[in-house]
Each structure stands twice: as structure tokens, then as C-alpha cells.
């Protein structure tokens, strides 16, 4: 049928909520087998458009219901309650390599969802609308508090949850490209846990000495949630991603002073040079840089750099001195860092000295090294800035594949939160590894 | 469970989930936010309305340990997490309309439009009410809450019926309304004048109207304000309960035979909505949307309408989750009194969520069907 029905009503419920949420869009008062297109668009902080859309075709009842209707093509394809988001990509024309980041957690993700007459796959812009919602997605729940943190040297963000406490701390900590990355610890403190993010590469310190920090940095930003009056000392956390997993790895076995009550690696890896500061390890990867491949695109393959897994035990973290519940997640198509193959190390290592009781891994068929918060746009490679002097701009190839990589983000997050809650809430014995999740 | 609603800070309401009979028992979803009432040592008679819809309203959901009936505010919560609830959805407009003498605020829903329109009034209090114009637009309607007199002046306003036409051709004009769907959504003295602009104006055709907690019972002409003194002549039939609140639903009764004392219904030629609770101490609404519908069948135009009718609900049936108030303080003469408008908390509660449910259903059906509309639910 090509008439244009009257009056499209589209809706989105709901139309304001947390990034990690669920939302359900309803298309009615179509004419039935009606063909359209519902299309998502998004212009991220830096001015770059990004876009998803899906072909659907209205049932008997002139309805679409995009959590229970098939797209028949698009950005994605099936049954998917949350594919308009989660396979939003720059619109045609855009530069090659972006990777959407949200910078500043107090605005929403603002996205405008639209449903347009017909199988359309471009010229978005030029069609006529039938029907327009604009949603938001907050990083930040109503009452969480955002503290900017300077004491000790630190360059640091704590997101406060909502309500009295006192409540389980979390560091937070993110890769090898630096910068103050608010977003999860947001996400994180809309969830319960008093999150602070940590920039540890760049942070100011960094930048008026030309020094990188040493292990001082995070054992101080752990002092600081263990002292907060609204966080409870004996229930901290750390959760690392990429570069982030090694430093947690090293201060939940080494340190003195951090004491966890469990920790979360996400992309990482426990392989690095023992005793020494971050410069040592950076500079282990660099002497290993000749191993650095390029895809046929010219995008830059590291995950050979830490291969093979060493045997040597001074150049990696010794897991069976570990105390506490690990979860480690990984993408078996991770291609900036061999994060399957260090799990399987850990593992091993971890039932030799017997403590794999502690250790739960998820490991995702063709999820990349990018695993985030979930719905988010997937990045297969992306422009990275190195945090050398001078700097290098390079195409980082990040590896996945955009549904398995977008359902392991999903996935992982949830167990990611269970994980915590119950380690962090939970009674006084520590859980073990959860098979259950 | 304990919420407390921060307002403004002279305003607190608090509810409490045990106390003879308690504000909710069994299990209610969304008992939290329909039970709360004015903390202990609140003024009497006190209605919560949002009047800044730009910004949500606030509730705090706490936990306190053990069962707690008192002194919420003297102890420390387990938990809590702040709850914002919003009348307007993202990317809904919000538009001063000062135009051809008429006052209101225009919601305009977001993208490319057009859209159905409606013009949303309340009742005898007055003012600019914008809460239920703001959540129609968030649910697709070009909706346009009207202003018509000042508060606690209802007695003098000096409008006729070309004030309310004027204002639908207002939003009937209106470049992103659909000028052949324009409705007319109201309440109490809202409903009256929805009811009269139906069956008696040659210059606006509503594509459907929602009345609630109205009635038909006045004479053709004259201005608001004679509209309502014509409403209270009867004063010597106003009853007082035992607390001195003012039962005002015996002004109405009888309901008179003679069709000149009342709206000619039955020229209606609209689908109709109209939507009462049974315990409606303020005005006789059921009995005269039963007279209502007599005149329509003795006209032959019963098809367009349908009655919603809620036992134990009252006057004040609003959008839902919305708290029940039995009685609260009104503006007579310049005078404050109580006037006690019905229901009973958890049965009002119901009447909100299913009438706001089957008004939005109707006004789908009626507002937005390619067909053409259909007149019964």
C-alpha cells in the first residue's frame, strides 16, 4: 500500500531514562502491510551525525512494535528492542574512525527517533516525515551527585548515588588514551556504587611535570573513597578497561594499601613487567612494537605485542596472590590486545595456586576490545591519539563484529552489575565465581 | 515505605504505609505516589498541583527499617533515590498564546505535525492549569490549556461562549494543528462549557469531546459568571459534613424537565466521552449524564456517547497517580471554604489510571483513525 495514512502516531517509552535502559517503540494507526522506516538520529558533542534505521512493515492491525516486530533490513536486522542505538553509525560523508563518547554527563544523549513512508536507506534528511519523538538517555540518574575530586594531586570525577549512604566505593579506570572519562562512573553511582573515574595518563600532575604518575597515584585515590564519609572503606572496588585492567591488576595483588573487596577487568590483560611504574610498562609494549601488523585496510593490529603469554613470572602479575573476586570479560575477537589468550593464562595460573575460585570470566565470540556500557554505537577501528611525546594519530584496529559485539555488551553488563552488587552489597562472605550469571 | 515530596519547602507530603487502614495495602504498583497526602500538622485542605511543567516534579523514595508510622523526618532512611515524574515529554513546546483577547498556554507535541488539537479546560477555581494540556501533547496532541477567568473570580468572569470559540479557532489555525481534529477536553466547569460549545455553537465543530465530572443543567446565553451564580442560587441546599465542608451536589438536583433549563444535548453531533465518579459530592454529574443520555436517545444521537462512570470516585477525577483529595479549600465571594468533592482514596486512584487509559484510547480513536470517528469506546 503506498497511501499516506493519516496521523502516524509513533511513540517511545520510555522517553526519558538511563542509557542502560530498555525502551519500546509503537508505530500505530497504519494501514495494514504499510511499509516503513523508523530511523534513529543523534549529533554527538563534537558535531558529528550518527544514524541507524530499520525496514518494518505494518501488521493486520496497522501496528509496529519494534520490541516484538522484525526489521527486514537497515542498520540491523530480526527482533531487536534496542538495535536503533546500539547500530548507530556517522551518516554518509562522515570522517572515517569516529568513536562516540559522551564527554559531558550532566546533558543527555539526545536522539530523535522518526518514522519515514517506505524502504528508505538515505536522503534521511530530504524525505517527508510522518511522525518525529525526541528521547533522552542520562548517564546520570536524578540525585546523583558529580563531586570533581583535587586533592592529592588527583585529576579525578566521584559520582555520588542518590540518598543518604554510606555506600560501596568504586575506581574506575579507563585505556591507554587517556583523558577524564566520566561516563561508566556515572552510570555506575545511577546504580548504587559512589564511582570515581580517574584520569591517570593525563591527568594534571602529568601535564605540569612531564612525569607520569606512579603507584602513590591510585593508592591516594583509593584513600579518598576509603575516607569519604559517604563511602564505606571496607567495600571498594576497582574496574579497569584495557590499560585500566593492568593497573587493577597490579594494585589488587601488590598493593599495601588497596584492599578490594573485588575487581572487574574488562579487555586486559595481567601481562606486564613486575616492579617499576606505568613507564616501564609502556615501554615493554613499545620494544614490542615490531610486532605490529596492519589489516588490509591499513588499520593497526596490536594484540601480537604481548604475545606469546609469557612463562616468565616477573613479567606478569602473579594471579595466585590474588584475594578477591575477579571478573574478567573479554572479546574473543579482540585485536588491540590478546585478552582470551591472558584469560586462559590467569585461569591456569589461578588453579595451579588454587585460588580460581575467585576468578569468572565471560568470554564473547567476535566482541572486540571496546567493550562498553551497552547500546552504545560499536566502533570496529577507530582513530586513537597515542599518549607519546609527541603524540601519533593512528586507526586502531579494535576487532568484534557489530550484533555479537553489541549483545556481549549487553550481556556483560548485566552480569558486570550483579557481579558488583554482590560483592559490594552483599553479606559478609565474599561470593566465589558465579556460575550462575 | 515512606515519600517526601519536596516542593516548595513549606509543603511536604508524606505517606505512610501503616496506619488504620494505611494509605495503601496490597499490592499496588504505583500506591506511592496516589496515596501521599500532606504531612501531620499541614494546613486543612490543601491540593497539590504542578503549576511549572518545564520542570518534573521531584519524589524521594525512601527505606526505613522496621515499620514506621511516624517521625520520618527525625530519622535516618536505610536508602533512598530520587524520582523525577514530568508532565512534558522531551521535545514537546511549551507557547504563550495572547491573542484576540484569549490567555493560555499552546503544547505543541514534537516532529513534523500536523496534529490533532485540543482545547483543555479546567474548572471553577480559574487560573492557567497547565498539567493535563502538557501530558496530552506528550501523548501527540496540540493541546491548548485556557485561561477564562482569575481565580476566586468565577462569580464575575464577564466571557461568553465567543471567548471559548474564538480560543478553539485559535488552536484550529495553529499551522502544526490538523484543523479538522480539534477536540475539546474538560473538567467540571470545563466540561459545562465543552458540553455547550458542542451542542450549541454554529461556529466551532469539535471532532470529539472528553467531559469530566460535568454536567448540562443551565440555560442558554448569559456569561460565565452567570453560568455558575446560576449554579449556586440554590444555596440553601448546600449541606455541610461533619467536618464543615460544604456539599454543594444538592444545588443540582432535581434535574430539571424543562429542556430550556438545560444544554440541548441533543444536538450534539460529536462522539462525547463522558467520564464521573459516583461519590461526586460536588456536583450531581451522574444523574445528570443519565438525563444526558436520555435526551440523546430521545434525539436519536445516544450512538456518540459513552459513560465512564466510577463507583466511589468524586469530583476531582485527574490524570493518574495523581494523589485523591477528598475536600480541599476553594474561593467563594472572596470567602476560603472546604468543599468536599467525594471518593475514596484507593477507589479514585482506580477511577484515574482506567478513565486516562480509555480517554486516551477514545481520543486515538477519534482524533487520530484514518477512519472517520467512532462514536462508542
Same mark, same amino acid.
Given at each position: ?10 511513540s /517511545?517509552q520510555? +522517553? ?9 517503540? !509503537?508505530v $500505530?494507526? *497504519? #494501514? ?8 534513529a ?18 501488521d493486520?492491525t ?7 516486530d522484525?526489521?527486514?533490513d537497515?542498520?540491523?536486522?530480526g ?16 570522517k ?14 539526545? /536522539?530523535?527517533? +522518526? ?9 534521511? !534528511?530530504? $524525505?517527508v *516525515? #510522518? ?20 586533592d592529592?594531586k ?25 583523558k577524564?572519562?566520566?561516563y ?15 584520569d591517570?595518563l ?14 602513590d597515584?591510585?593508592?591516594t585515590?583509593?584513600r579518598?573513597l ?5 563511602i564505606?572503606g571496607?567495600?571498594i572496588a576497582?574496574?579497569?578497561?584495557s ?13 599495601q594499601?588497596v ?18 611504574g606505568?613507564?616501564q610498562?609502556l615501554?615493554?609494549f613499545?620494544?614490542?612494537?615490531y610486532?605490529?601488523?596492519?589489516d ?6 596490536w594484540?601480537?605485542l ?8 616477573s613479567?606478569k ?18 585485536q588491540?590486545?590478546?585478552?582470551h589468550?591472558s584469560a586462559?593464562?590467569v585461569?591456569?595460573?589461578m588453579d ?17 576490545h571496546?567493550i562498553e556500557?551497552?547500546?552504545?554505537p ?11 611525546n ?5 586507526m ?5 563484529e557489530?550484533v555479537?559485539h553489541s ?16 560483592n559490594l ?13 | 515505605m ?20 494505611g494509605?495503601?495495602?496490597g499490592?499496588?504498583?504505583m ?9 501531620p500538622?499541614?494546613r ?6 504542578k503549576?511549572?511543567v518545564?520542570i518534573?516534579q521531584l519524589?524521594?523514595i ?23 515524574r514530568?508532565?512534558m ?7 504563550d ?18 496534529f ?8 471553577g ?5 497547565e498539567?493535563?494540556a502538557a501530558?496530552?501533547a ?5 493541546s491548548?490549556a485556557l ?24 488552536v ?29 455553537s454554529?461556529v466551532?465543530?469539535?471532532r ?30 448546600v ?25 440541548d444535548v ?5 462522539p462525547?466521552?463522558?467520564v464521573?465518579?459516583d ?14 443520555a ?12 459513552t459513560?465512564?462512570e ?15 483529595f477528598r475536600?480541599?479549600?476553594f ?7 472546604i468543599l ?8 479514585h486512584?482506580?477511577?484515574?489510571e ?21 462514536a462508542?469506546?
Open positions: 500500500m503506498s497511501m499516506k495514512p493519516l496521523c502516524v502516531k509513533l /517511545v520510555p +522517553s526519558r531514562g538511563l542509557v542502560d535502559e530498555k525502551f519500546t517503540i !509503537l $500505530q494507526n *497504519l #494501514l495494514p502491510g504499510f511499509q516503513l522506516t523508523i530511523h538520529l543523534h549529533q554527538c558533542e563534537d558535531g558529528h551525525s550518527w544514524e541507524a534505521f530499520a525496514h518494518y512493515t505494518a493486520a496497522g501496528t509496529v512494535n519494534v520490541s516484538e522484525p526489521s527486514l537497515g542498520t540491523y536486522s527482533v531487536e528492542q534496542m538495535g536503533l542505538l546500539w547500530s548507530l553509525r556517522p551518516v554518509p560523508g562522515s572515517y574512525g569516529l568513536r562516540m563518547r559522551k564527554m559531558n554527563v550532566q546533558t543527555p544523549m539526545v /536522539v530523535t527517533i +522518526s518514522v519515514y513512508q517506505g524502504h528508505r536507506t538515505e536522503g534521511f !534528511l530530504d $524525505q *516525515l #510522518l511522525a518525529s519523538v525526541m528521547v533522552e538517555r542520562w548517564y546520570m540518574a536524578p540525585g546523583v551527585q558529580r563531586v570533581p575530586i583535587t592529592g588527583l585529576t579525578a570525577t566521584l559520582f555520588l548515588p542518590s540518598g543518604p549512604g554510606p555506600f560501596p566505593g568504586l575506581l574506575d579506570l579507563w585505556g591507554g588514551g587517556g577524564l572519562v566520566e561508566r562512573a556515572a552510570l555506575l553511582a545511577s546504580h548504587g556504587i559512589a564511582s570515581m573515574a580517574l591517570y593525563t591527568p594534571q600532575i602529568t601535564k605540569e611535570t612531564g612525569k607520569m604518575v606512579d603507584n597515584y591510585f593508592e585515590a583509593y579518598v576509603e575516607q569519604h564519609p559517604q564505606l571496607s567495600r576497582m574496574l579497569g578497561l590499560f585500566g585492567s593492568t593497573v587493577t591488576l597490579r594494585m589488587a595483588v601488590y598493593s594499601v584492599k578490594l573487596s573485588c575487581a572487574v577487568c574488562i579487555s586486559g590483560s595481567h601481562v606486564q613487567p613486575i616492579g617499576g606505568l613507564e610498562i615501554a615493554s613499545s620494544k614490542h612494537a610486532k605490529t601488523r596492519l588490509e585496510n591499513n588499520q593497526v593490529i594484540r601480537d604481548m604475545l606469546p603469554i609469557p612463562t616468565d613470572p613479567l602479575v602473579d594471579m595466585g596472590r590474588l584475594q578477591c573476586p575477579l571478573l574478567l570479560v573479554v572479546g574473543e575477537d579482540d588491540n590486545w590478546p585478552t589468550e586462559m593464562d585461569k591456569e595460573m595451579q595456586a588454587g585460588n580460581s575460585h575467585l576468578l569468572t570470566v565471560l568470554s564473547y565470540k567476535n566482541a572486540g571496546l556500557p551497552p547500546f552504545m560499536f566502533a570496529r577501528a577507530s582513530t586513537f591519539k597515542t599518549i607519546t609527541p603524540p601519533t594519530k593512528v586502531v584496529l579494535w576487532g568484534g557489530l555479537a549483545r556481549a555488551q549487553e550481556d556483560a553488563w548485566r552480569k558486570t552489575l550483579v557481579f558488583l552488587r554482590e552489597y552483599g553479606g559478609m562472605k565474599h561470593g566465589a565465581s558465579f556460575s550462575n550469571l | 515512606y515519600i517526601n515530596l519536596r516542593r516548595k519547602p513549606l509543603l511536604s507530603v508524606i505517606a505512610d504505609d501503616l496506619s488504620c487502614g494509605t495503601y495495602t499490592k499496588e504498583a500506591g506511592l505516589l496516589w496515596s501521599m497526602r500532606p504531612v500538622g499541614s486543612e485542605g490543601l491540593r497539590l498541583r503549576l511549572n518545564c518534573p519524589v524521594n525512601s527505606v526505613y527499617s522496621g515499620h514506621v508510622g511516624v517521625g520520618f523526618r527525625e530519622q535516618d532512611p536505610l536508602a533512598s533515590v530520587l524520582t523525577e514530568w508532565y515529554a522531551p521535545g514537546v513546546r511549551r507557547i498564546i495572547k491573542e484576540k483577547g484569549v490567555r493560555g498556554t499552546l503544547f505543541i507535541p514534537h516532529g513534523p505535525g500536523p490533532p488539537g485540543l482545547l483543555d479546560m479546567w474548572g477555581g480559574g487560573g492557567l492549569l498539567y493535563r501530558l496530552l506528550s501523548h501527540g496532541y496540540a491548548m485561561e477564562y477567568f482569575n481565580p476566586a473570580e468565577v462569580n464575575t468572569a464577564e466571557l461568553e461562549l465567543n471567548y471559548f470559540e474564538t480560543a478553539f479557532n485559535i484550529r489555525d495553529h499551522p502544526q494543528v490538523m484543523s479538522d481534529r480539534v477536540g475539546l477536553f474538560g473538567l467540571s466547569l470545563g466540561s459545562i462549557v465543552s458540553i455547550s460549545l458542542a451542542a450549541w454554529s466551532v465543530k469539535p470529539c469531546c472528553v467531559c469530566i465530572s460535568g454536567n448540562h443543567t443551565h440555560a442558554r446565553g448569559g456569561t460565565i459568571g452567570d453560568v455558575f451564580n446560576e449554579f449556586i442560587t440554590n444555596v440553601h441546599k449541606r455541610m459534613d461533619e467536618n464543615n465542608y460544604e456539599i454543594w451536589r444538592g444545588m443540582g438536583l432535581p434535574i430539571p424537565d424543562d429542556i430550556s433549563q438545560k444544554v441533543g444536538k450534539i453531533n460529536c462525547i466521552l463522558l464521573n465518579g461519590d461526586d459530592q460536588n456536583w450531581p454529574t451522574v444523574e445528570s449524564a443519565e438525563d444526558m436520555q435526551m440523546m436517545r430521545a434525539a436519536g444521537n445516544e450512538h456518540l456517547l459513560r465512564l466510577y463507583p466511589d470516585a468524586g469530583h476531582l477525577i485527574e490524570p493518574p497517580y495523581s494523589p485523591h475536600a480541599t479549600k474561593l467563594k465571594d472572596g470567602q476560603k471554604v468536599l468533592w467525594g471518593g475514596t482514596t484507593k477507589p486512584s482506580d477511577a484515574q482506567d478513565s486516562w487509559k480509555k480517554i486516551l484510547a477514545f481520543l486515538q480513536q477519534n482524533m487520530y483513525s484514518s477512519s472517520g470517528p467512532r462508542k469506546l
